[in-house]
């Protein structure tokens, strides 16, 4: 490189620097002051923002007890559903009694209402819209596994649900 190139890359980078740093400094600047007619946030403006939409707040300690308070209701509430059975379910159970056997294989790229519909196919259940109610219900609807499941219609919602979801 020549010096007369050397220079003019020099005057270049000086050039760049002080356009860069005018619109920094003046274009930019007054978005980074901060606005003096924004409220300050203090704890009676973030207790009537939590009135106004319905919220209320908590400590950690009774965030993380309502945390245990929940999972063992939905301990109790999977152990109950297994337990008993609704009328629906009874119905559904022994309708008549012939008991329908099938292998069920659920395939890589089914989705869950593909294999409810095979369900229903191969007479393991009677109705579609209600097994996927139950899925929905118990937020099994996207825990359905691949793999091949031996099933038969004498079975509750909850067994077959049990059954292709782990």
Same mark, same amino acid.
């Given at each position: @490189?020549?010096?007369? *190139? @050397?220079?003019?890359?020099?005057?270049?980078?000086?050039?760049?620097?002080?356009?860069?740093?005018?619109?920094?400094? $003046?274009?930019?600047?007054?978005?980074?002051?901060?606005?003096?007619?924004?409220?300050?946030?203090?704890?009676?403006?973030?207790?009537?923002?939590?009135?106004?939409?319905?919220?209320?707040?908590?400590?950690?300690?009774?965030?993380?007890?309502?945390?245990?308070?929940?999972?063992?209701?939905?301990? %109790?509430?999977?152990?109950?559903?297994? $337990?008993?059975?609704?009328?629906?379910?009874?119905?559904?159970?022994?309708?008549? !009694?012939?008991? *329908?056997?099938? *292998?069920?294989?659920?395939?890589?790229? @089914?989705?869950?209402?593909?294999?409810?519909?095979?369900?229903?196919?191969? %007479?393991?259940?009677?109705?579609?819209? %209600?097994? $996927?109610? +139950?899925?929905?219900?118990?937020?099994?609807?996207?825990?359905?596994?691949?793999?091949? +499941?031996?099933?038969?219609?004498?079975?509750? @919602?909850?067994?077959?649900?049990? %059954?292709?979801? !782990?």
């Amino acid at each position: @490189m020549t010096k007369e *190139t @050397m220079r003019a890359f020099a005057s270049g980078i000086l050039v760049t620097s002080a356009v860069v740093g005018f619109f920094y400094f $003046q274009v930019f600047a007054p978005f980074d002051q901060p606005d003096e007619s924004k409220q300050a946030l203090t704890e009676s403006t973030v207790q009537q923002y939590l009135e106004e939409h319905g919220l209320e707040a908590v400590d950690a300690d009774a965030y993380t007890k309502w945390q245990k308070n929940k999972g063992q209701d939905n301990k %109790k509430e999977n152990s109950d559903d297994k $337990q008993k059975k609704t009328s629906d379910e009874q119905a559904q159970d022994n309708p008549s !009694k012939d008991i *329908t056997k099938a *292998t069920i294989a659920v395939k890589q790229g @089914m989705s869950t209402q593909d294999v409810i519909d095979e369900l229903v196919k191969q %007479k393991i259940i009677k109705s579609g819209d %209600k097994f $996927q109610d +139950y899925l929905e219900n118990h937020n099994l609807a996207t825990g359905v596994q691949i793999g091949k +499941y031996k099933l038969s219609s004498d079975m509750s @919602m909850s067994e077959v649900a049990d %059954k292709i979801t !782990k």
